[in-house]
């Protein structure tokens, strides 16, 4: 249910009528949407869909002028923890 209301959430920013714009004002916001949806995807052991997740959410923190190191370093960290888990594919 969870992910259902984060990805309804970024596709009504995706398709507004000036999605560009959108994303700039939005981008920690849309990088806190694209990472709970990776979470949920690892904790439930899709981590393809999980790691994509989590690069879309790097890709909106590493733009010009919006380096936030602490959430970077946040989210690499979830990107290892997922494929170090113990957890069976």
Do not use: W
Not at 56 to 65: A, I, N, V
């Amino acid at each position: 249910l969870a992910i259902n209301y984060c990805t309804k959430f970024i596709h009504l920013f995706e398709n507004d009528n000036n999605p560009k714009q959108n994303l700039e004002d939005n981008r920690t916001l849309i990088s806190d949407i694209y990472e709970i949806c990776g979470n949920i995807y690892s904790h439930c052991n899709e981590k393809i869909i999980a790691y994509n997740c989590y690069r879309k959410s790097l890709s909106c923190l590493e733009k010009p002028f919006l380096i936030c190191h602490k959430d970077i370093k946040r989210i690499k960290k979830s990107i290892f923890n997922m494929y170090h888990s113990k957890r069976a594919v």
